[in-house]
């Protein structure tokens, strides 16, 4: 199954925000990457719609982090040696 233009748009804002974290490149180098991504890959996608998907983007990330937080740390914890992860005895799993 094809991926919707919105879903395009965000693998595409995921993989030059990582990339462009890992090659030191300037927000503004990532914002004209990521123009021409819409301009070439994400064509039905208005600049309108492509920044409602940055904003929900953004509130679920904020959002999610917490959550995220909270079940790391019910499921897993560092194990004595400080290098291994392991389940946490709760037995919900």
């Given at each position: 199954?094809?991926?919707?233009?919105?879903?395009?748009?965000?693998?595409?804002y995921t993989?030059?925000?990582?990339?462009?974290?890992?090659?030191?490149?300037?927000?503004?180098?990532?914002?004209?990457?990521?123009?021409?991504?819409?301009?070439?890959?994400?064509?039905?996608?208005?600049?309108?719609?492509?920044?409602?998907?940055?904003?929900?983007?953004?509130?679920?990330?904020?959002?999610?982090?917490n959550v995220?937080?909270?079940?790391?740390?019910?499921?897993?914890?560092?194990?004595?040696?400080?290098?291994?992860?392991?389940?946490?005895?709760?037995?919900?799993?």
């Amino acid at each position: 199954m094809p991926f919707t233009q919105r879903e395009r748009f965000i693998h595409y804002y995921t993989a030059l925000s990582i990339g462009g974290m890992v090659k030191h490149a300037c927000p503004d180098c990532i914002g004209e990457m990521l123009a021409g991504v819409l301009n070439k890959r994400c064509k039905s996608l208005t600049q309108t719609e492509a920044d409602q998907v940055l904003a929900d983007f953004v509130d679920e990330s904020v959002g999610g982090c917490n959550v995220m937080d909270d079940i790391v740390d019910e499921l897993c914890s560092i194990g004595d040696d400080g290098l291994a992860w392991t389940q946490s005895e709760d037995d919900r799993l």
